[in-house]
Structures are given as structure tokens and as C-alpha cells.
């Protein structure tokens, strides 16, 4: 009824990844290579993916129905997504659904998810999911923009890219992601290197100035112009804004 993605282990990896989903084969996707890979080969995390059908009591494996009022699409029925949720051990990992009307994900939550033993992660289709077994079953509704997919797939794979990344010796150096957009609520500075000219286009002479000081001072200024300009939104200073952060010198 699942299918587990991770390397063998003689332990359960520290952290766990379970999604439900009608798409199993569509996991783990690009978290199969590269540092996601590679950490997940190491036992870093694991992965396994559920397919929903496996929980329907008719031949035909159905999973959904008309949506009660009448209107367009399907709606992913309470009763078999709930038998497959229930069917996972109650370990307190958080539940999540991938949802366009979920609470924005934010790098925030996305340390907080990294710091526990894992999630599951539900992935809706059709028009969406029976609100009764959001409510029952504690739900937290996720977004990663405001645009629709086909599916809760390609958002699932966005949210675990972005935890996983920032687990605990993925990425290497644990500095890696300090200067990284939202990291600090600013975006992130201009990035450079060799060759010094480009197109008639030279590296900013600050950064080959060796002037450590100088240089923290001007990636700050470079990353508040560029958040004022593309997201002023994060320098809201009202109750959840992040604000612009002083220069860490």
C-alpha cells in the first residue's frame, strides 16, 4: 500500500517524510539527486509515499465524488482519505495538505518543520478535499503561491526541497543559507564571481576590496534596495511583518 523511497536503514532516519497521495510514483522526483539525494542515501531522511486508492472499498478504487450542492469537478471523499491517514502511526508528526487556500509557506515554518521528527503531507486533486476530514483530522492547510496546480504533488515536492535543504549537515556548511532571501526577512544580494569582466560588465570593486566590513555593509544595502523594489510587503513593520534587519557586522 506504500512505497518506501529511502535507502535501507537499520533505524528510522531522523526525519520522515510520509505522503498520501494518488501519485506515488511521482515521489521522490528531483529530491532523488543532488544534496536531497545524497542525504537521503546518507539516512538523513526518508521518504514514502501512500497511494490513497488503497484505502477505497469498491472495485474501481474510487476515491471521489460529486461536491454536495452540485457545481464543477470532484471532491476527495472523507472516509477513504481518512482510512489512509488513520493508517499511519500517531507519532505527532504535523499533518499537512497542500492547499492554494493554505497559510503561505514561509522559510519560518520551514525551520520549524526541519526541527521535528518529520510530516505527512496530503495531496489533493480534483476540486478538493471533503472539509470534514480537514477538520477531524487536523489538517494544516499549506500554500507555496497564489496559483493553482493540477495537484498537491509538484507542492509537496517544494515544501520537503525546502526543508530538506536546510536539515542538519545537507548542505554542508552550516553558513550556507544564513544570507539566503528570507533567512533574514530581506531578499537576497547580487551574487558574483570570476571572470572580473563580463560583457563589459565588472564585479562591484567592494568585493574584491578584502574590506570584510565594507562588504557586509553593501550586500545589507543591496538586499533592502531589492526587497523595497520587488517586496515591500516583507518590510511591513505591522504585527508579522519581518522589518528590514540591522547590518550584522
Keep these: 500500500m506504500s512505497s518506501s523511497v529511502s535507502s535501507a536503514q537499520s533505524s528510522p532516519a531522523p526525519f520522515r517524510a510520509?505522503?498520501?497521495?494518488?501519485?506515488?510514483?511521482?515521489?521522490?522526483?528531483?529530491?532523488?539527486?543532488?544534496?536531497?539525494?545524497?542525504a537521503m542515501e546518507r539516512g538523513d531522511w526518508?521518504?514514502?509515499a501512500i497511494q490513497i486508492r488503497d484505502y477505497a472499498?469498491?472495485?474501481?478504487?474510487?476515491?471521489?465524488?460529486t461536491p454536495a450542492g452540485g457545481g464543477a469537478g470532484m471532491v476527495l471523499r472523507p472516509d477513504i482519505?481518512?482510512?489512509a491517514i488513520d493508517s499511519l502511526e500517531a507519532d505527532g508528526r504535523p499533518r499537512l495538505l497542500m492547499s492554494?487556500?493554505?497559510?503561505?509557506?514561509?522559510?519560518t515554518r520551514v525551520r520549524q518543520l526541519a526541527e521535528g521528527d518529520g510530516v505527512v503531507i496530503v495531496?489533493?486533486?480534483?476540486?478538493?478535499?471533503?472539509?470534514r476530514v480537514i477538520d477531524a483530522r487536523a489538517l494544516e492547510?499549506?500554500?507555496?503561491?497564489?496559483?493553482?496546480?493540477?495537484?498537491?504533488?509538484?507542492?509537496?515536492l517544494t515544501l520537503l526541497d525546502a526543508v530538506v535543504r536546510v536539515l542538519p549537515g545537507v548542505m554542508g556548511n552550516s553558513h550556507s543559507g544564513i544570507h539566503e532571501s528570507f533567512e533574514t526577512g530581506l531578499l537576497e544580494h547580487p551574487h558574483y564571481?570570476?571572470?572580473?569582466?563580463?560583457?563589459?560588465?565588472t564585479i562591484p570593486a567592494v568585493l574584491t576590496s578584502g574590506n570584510h566590513a565594507a562588504i557586509e555593509t553593501w550586500r545589507h544595502e543591496q538586499a533592502l534596495a531589492l526587497t523595497k523594489a520587488r517586496r515591500p510587503d516583507l518590510l511591513d513593520p505591522l504585527p508579522g511583518g519581518k522589518g528590514a534587519q540591522p547590518v550584522t557586522k
Excluded: N, W
Design 123 to 131: 495531496c489533493g486533486r480534483f476540486e478538493g478535499v471533503d472539509q
Design 100 to 107: 492554494p487556500r493554505g497559510r503561505p509557506l514561509t522559510q
Design 141 to 156: 492547510e499549506v500554500s507555496i503561491g497564489d496559483y493553482i496546480l493540477s495537484g498537491g504533488e509538484p507542492a509537496a
Design 46 to 48: 526518508s521518504l514514502e
Design 81 to 83: 482519505l481518512a482510512k
Design 57 to 65: 472499498e469498491d472495485r474501481h478504487r474510487t476515491v471521489d465524488d
Design 18 to 38: 510520509t505522503v498520501l497521495t494518488l501519485y506515488p510514483d511521482m515521489f521522490p522526483g528531483h529530491l532523488g539527486h543532488s544534496l536531497a539525494g545524497k
Design 193 to 201: 564571481t570570476r571572470p572580473q569582466e563580463f560583457e563589459g560588465r
